[in-house]
């Protein structure tokens, strides 16, 4: 497909477990970021690829998040130790140039997280 | 200061009518701005650039106010199929989300 694709779609994990999440950008979109969203929240950033590295990483909420994009394509977000409060939906978005041109996001179906 | 400000609502109109939303940004660098839009359980979607001399997309019109660091989105004539979450974007480092305003629009 043309989109953003996300996997899994649906993580169910137990509480200090660790996970791996998936994105596989449009084709040719060298920015790519992560975002995720608790339950009737708003997006809260978490990191930010140029390529392959990672310009902004603020976003982060501890140092159980990692993440990581090879090949300026596929990135994997690596949660460790999960806690309750894990659990939301992340979600990842690319597009073509990065967030300082008038370009919009192309978000995935994200992937909904729930830590047990 | 949050980065981006949006009222939370939600805003109850009936069908027909006309509703505004504004958004107040804190980062007066910021070159790129969108309105998207959010359905219950799906991702946000893009609904609209908003341009500096304001732009209009059918029943939608987006204005900037950079003096004022606001955005403002206007949807006349509101449909059943409008309501949803409205997510104000600002281009920071990253692309930074408002925490959206939910409209239901009602029969």
């Known amino acids: 497909g043309a989109g953003v694709s996300q996997s899994p779609s649906n993580k169910v994990t137990e509480k200090g477990k660790d996970v791996e999440l998936r994105c596989d950008p449009i084709?040719?979109?060298?920015?790519l970021y992560w975002y995720r969203q608790s339950l009737g929240q708003g997006l809260e950033f978490l990191i930010y690829f140029q390529g392959n590295s990672a310009p902004d990483k603020s976003g982060l909420p501890s140092d159980r998040f990692s993440a990581e994009r090879t090949g300026g394509s596929v990135s994997t977000l690596t949660i460790q130790r999960t806690q309750q409060e894990d659990s939301a939906v992340y979600l990842c978005?690319?597009?073509?140039?990065?967030?300082?041109?008038?370009?919009?996001?192309?978000f995935g179906n994200g992937t909904r997280l729930t830590v047990t | 200061r949050k980065e981006v400000e949006q009222d939370p609502g939600p805003f109850n109109v009936p069908e027909g009518a006309t509703v505004a939303f504004n958004c107040t940004y804190s980062?007066?660098?910021?070159?790129?701005f969108f309105w998207y839009r959010q359905d219950c359980r799906k991702e946000p979607k893009l609904l609209m650039s908003?341009?500096?001399s304001g732009n209009e997309d059918g029943r939608f019109t987006a204005q900037l106010n950079r003096a004022s660091q606001y955005i403002s989105l206007l949807i006349r004539d509101s449909k059943l199929s409008d309501s949803a979450t409205y997510l104000c974007v600002v281009s920071g480092y990253a692309l930074n989300f408002g925490k959206g305003t939910s409209l239901l629009v009602t029969p």
């Open positions: 978005a690319s597009n073509p140039t990065g967030p300082l041109n008038n370009s919009p996001l192309h």
């Open positions: 084709s040719g979109h060298t920015a």
């Open positions: 908003v341009y500096s």
């Open positions: 980062n007066s660098a910021s070159q790129s």
